[in-house]
């Protein structure tokens, strides 16, 4: 849930400040709060995850309440309200994956990275959940990982193994 | 081999690029609709074609885009729903992963028929990848002025978009849509006023499924009477079914409506029949909402007759012995699967997609999700059964939007069809944690297992 303690103060990049600009681009005037999830997207994207100084800044920036970001930020499930690993892992846990073995594999993660489900490694490299239906039903089980969104499909065992070891050479 | 329209050029190497998809044939449409029609045409030409909303609900497009109010002075919007959450479902992600194209050529014409100037497609959030991809092929588009300002020097000018979501299933349903557009929580608005009228922004809008959109194409290209002539009765064209589950072949297919279900599941043309060499034991046939069927209703109709995949057939019987189309999410399960899981499972779904707007959406869905984890942990009662019957007639119908009945039908249909799995279940708590039901009481036990229980 929102922690309202977190006080670390955010600054957004120039970079990131154009990218806005863009966005805020394409609605027309004076509805300009369209723009409110993709630039969530975009914070967490940079820092991993949204804290409520960054949501302060961005109701700042539209021109909005602060509240109407925190409603919004705590309805949708992507933005995360705390730090995550590096790599956020989102295994598939609905109907169709499970007939193939999604859980199979979340629990298969819990042994291997030995967190909980929404705790992050010591390392701060992984952290794991389960999300329901990711529209790839055909190809379960599968599991994303954020900030990119890259998608791994027919998951086995083996395969998570391997994908964990290749993240961790990565970094 | 059946006729494909959307998926013709599937396996063609580079078809998500303009220049392939031109050299395919690509953009004809938009031509011929700018340059040689007039928007109440193309309007026509959709309704002749008998085109049914793809994403689930099977409106008649045609007739939803003849709705539209068209008040002098304001803004009007074309959105299309890429907001593609529903279980069972991933063909709209398939076809803009593919064909980026086919959905902005069908963006264009639709949105010139229906004179929107600003043009949305909200794709859910989890598809970045996708998003990428249609910016991408946007920009090819913009590049090649078949998107901005004067298109084809007919003066028309249009702008596309992607917005993404945020994960949320409710956002599927067009008003949440809208709202979520708007940059709030995504809950359904009340109807009427209907999007029709006041819709994004409060201005005229139409919300389309990415591949009722794409269907403009070819509707547009050979005419709304040829396209009409595929299918069967009021079922016309073509359909993308997503075939998951116990399958062989899994995936994406563009069937002629029509076919009949029993080829879809055995032929090898299409889903090859069920994985491991077992038995059909039930299906899901239209995305996780509609009612799950046994098997022998899956291929037959109670009088016996072969069922076909088509709005009518898989209708035909009503809930008593049918199911829906839907958006053509098709799950199979073979003997080894559990039904009271699977519905567990489902509720679950509901429960966390639940926007909390409607009391008996919210508390209900948490309930029956409860309940089911009861009996399908070995603690349940023969109570139980009856006290979820109940709460899922009390969500049906009550709810703004939706998504409360689409949580009730498959409880419902779980406990019409499959009673005695259920019963079993309470009767035999120790035996229903080790093996499973099978088809039916004499189904052979399987070795239990692994589990891994909700936290």
Known sequence: MLKVEEQTPVEFSSELLAKFDEIKSRYPEGKHKSALLPLLHLVQAEYLWVSTPAMDKVAEYLNIQPIEVYEVATFYTMYFLKPQGKYALEVCRTGPCCLVGAEKILKHLEEKLGVKEGEVTADGLFSFRGVECLAACGFGPVLQISPEYTFYENLTTESVDKLIEDLKNKS | ?455
């Open chain 2, 1 to 455: 081999m059946s006729r494909k329209l959307l998926l013709e050029h599937i396996n063609v190497p580079g078809i998500n690029t303009l220049e392939v998809y031109r050299q395919k044939g690509g953009y004809r449409a938009v031509e011929k609709a700018l340059k040689t029609l007039t928007p109440e045409e193309i309007v026509e030409e959709v309704k002749k074609s008998g085109l049914r909303g793809r994403g689930g609900a099977g409106f008649p497009t045609g007739m939803k885009w003849s709705f539209l109010a068209k008040p002098e002075g304001v803004a009007r919007y074309l959105v299309c729903n890429a907001d593609e959450s529903e279980p069972g479902t991933f063909k709209d992600r398939y076809l803009m992963t593919h064909i980026p194209h086919a959905l902005i050529e069908g963006m264009i014409v639709s949105s010139f028929a229906l004179g929107a100037k600003v043009s949305y497609i909200y794709v859910r959030g989890e598809m970045m990848p996708q998003i990428r991809i249609l910016e991408k092929a946007i920009a090819e588009a913009k590049a090649a002025g078949w998107l901005g300002k004067n298109i084809l020097g007919t003066g028309y000018d249009l702008e596309l978009y992607v917005q993404p979501g945020g994960g949320a299933y409710i956002c599927g349903e067009e008003t949440a849509l809208l709202e979520s557009l708007e940059g709030k929580r995504g809950n359904p608005r009340i109807k009427p006023p209907f999007p029709a009228i006041a819709g994004l922004y409060g201005c005229p809008t139409v919300v389309n499924n990415v591949e009722s959109i794409a269907a403009v194409v070819p509707i547009i290209n050979d005419g709304g009477e040829e396209y009409a002539k595929i299918g069967i009765g009021r079922s016309t064209g073509t359909k993308l079914i997503s075939a998951s589950g116990n399958l062989v072949k899994p995936g994406v297919y563009e069937i002629e409506l029509g076919l009949p279900v029993e080829e879809f599941i055995y032929s090898d043309e299409y889903c090859g029949g069920i994985a491991n060499g077992k038995r059909l034991k039930a299906t899901v046939a239209g995305g996780s909402s509609v009612p799950v069927l046994p098997a022998n209703l899956t291929l037959k109709l109670a009088n016996g007759e072969p069922r076909l995949m088509s709005y009518e057939s898989l209708s035909e019987g009503g809930f008593a012995t049918g199911t829906m189309l839907g958006s053509g999410g098709f799950i199979a399960f073979d003997e080894d699967q559990c039904i009271v899981r699977n519905t567990w499972n489902f509720s679950r779904f509901y429960h966390h997609e639940s926007c909390g707007q409607c009391s008996p959406c919210r508390e209900g869905t948490g309930w029956m999700e409860k309940v089911l984890h009861k009996i399908e942990y070995g603690h349940g009662t023969m109570d139980d059964v009856d006290l979820l019957w109940d709460i899922q007639r009390k969500i049906e119908g009550n709810t703004i939007c939706p998504l409360g009945d689409a949580a009730a039908w498959p409880v419902a249909s779980a406990i019409r069809h499959f009673r005695d799995e259920f019963e079993w279940h309470i009767k035999e708590p120790v035996k229903s944690q080790q093996q499973n039901y099978g088809i039916a009481n004499y189904a052979v036990p399987i070795e239990k297992a692994p589990v891994t229980e909700e936290k």
